[in-house]
């Protein structure tokens, strides 16, 4: 019993002899243990396994859906100002317990971002917190379908990511079967199969986007078409574009979906357009132009020497592309 209960009894029964009230309270105690069990056994009460340990005594799981690489301070800092306020984790994560000898106690099913936030509260000066987690007994599929209904909804887990775990996960649990998958996770076959497309995207074409988080669902389905009928092209572009960026160019994801869908449109034959060497931010840069066997370059006169160093640098190391 609580106090408050314990206090309301006490009340009750403070018209009884000491020897009564003893007896009493024993067979309440009883009774409400009783019926704890009774609810345990029926199915009605189900009883949680809450710890609090040190992030480092966790792993994350092998199939765990979110890049945890891709965790910065900045990027869970909603999360680690909740914990600070709050003075403690609001929402424990779950976890299974590994065998002796893996080097860690748990591997973390759901929470990823919470193990990240309290090992980097830990790390900056706050010592005192610790990870909550729930530890349970799982199945590889049940614990993919669970980590898959907690982030299912929320945005600060990509469509990539997402799409990457459905593959892996249809091969592994469901026999390669769309149609079971879909069921077993309560969704529809043509919005698993759009995420499935999503992670049957070639390699190249990835590496051109920002970053994995840039790249959406929307994405692989209007390049499906186009890479059914122009995947040379497509590629060639998508390496043209990841070597810019790595050259210094600063190209969105935006940019990146319409210079990808464009190859498409491009006639045998034309002419190519002009291509653009970025230099400095917010300066025009260094176009160049075919003309047959000839290449021509084309700068402002009052272009800055640093940016018309490193357009050409850009352009000596792709232009042959």
């Not at 572009?237 to 969105?252: F, N, Q, T, V, W």
Request: aromatic share 8%.
């Amino acid at each position: 019993m609580s106090k408050r209960h314990d206090a309301v009894f006490d009340d009750v029964l403070s018209g009884l002899p000491a020897s009564k009230k003893a007896e009493d309270r024993a067979s309440a105690r009883f009774l409400k243990r009783s019926n704890t069990m009774a609810e345990q056994a029926s199915g009605e009460r189900q009883e949680k396994v809450l710890r609090l340990v040190d992030p480092a005594d966790c792993r994350m799981w092998e199939r765990h859906n979110r890049a945890y690489d891709l965790l910065t301070p900045e990027n869970c800092a909603d999360l680690i100002d909740g914990i600070k306020s709050q003075g403690q984790q609001e929402f424990p994560a779950i976890v299974r317990r590994l065998p002796p000898g893996q080097g860690a106690t748990y591997e973390v099913i759901c929470g990823a971002r919470r193990h990240y936030a309290v090992s980097w509260l830990r790390a900056n000066n706050y010592p005192q917190f610790k990870y909550l987690v729930e530890e349970r007994e799982l199945t590889d599929e049940e614990a993919f379908r669970l980590a898959d209904i907690e982030n299912r909804d929320r945005e600060d887990i990509s469509d990539f990511e997402r799409a990457r775990d459905y593959a892996q996960a249809i091969a592994l649990y469901y026999g390669g079967t769309q149609k079971v998958m879909a069921e077993r996770l309560e969704v529809s076959p043509g919005w698993l199969s759009r995420y499935l497309d999503l992670a049957k995207l070639p390699e190249a074409v990835v590496k051109a986007f920002p970053s994995i988080r840039d790249l959406k669902e929307l994405h692989a389905r209007q390049l499906k078409p186009v890479l059914k009928s122009h995947e040379k092209a497509v590629l060639a572009e998508a390496d043209l574009i990841a070597g810019e960026r790595a050259a210094g160019g600063s190209i969105d994801a935006a940019t990146t979906l319409k210079r990808l869908k464009a190859v498409a449109t491009e006639k045998r034959g034309a002419k190519k357009p002009a291509r653009i060497f970025c230099g400095e931010p917010y300066e025009e840069g260094v176009k160049m132009k075919r003309a047959g066997r000839k290449v021509v370059l084309e700068f402002d006169a009052g272009l800055s020497d640093p940016a018309l160093r490193a357009a050409m640098a850009q352009f000596l190391n792709h232009w042959r592309e």
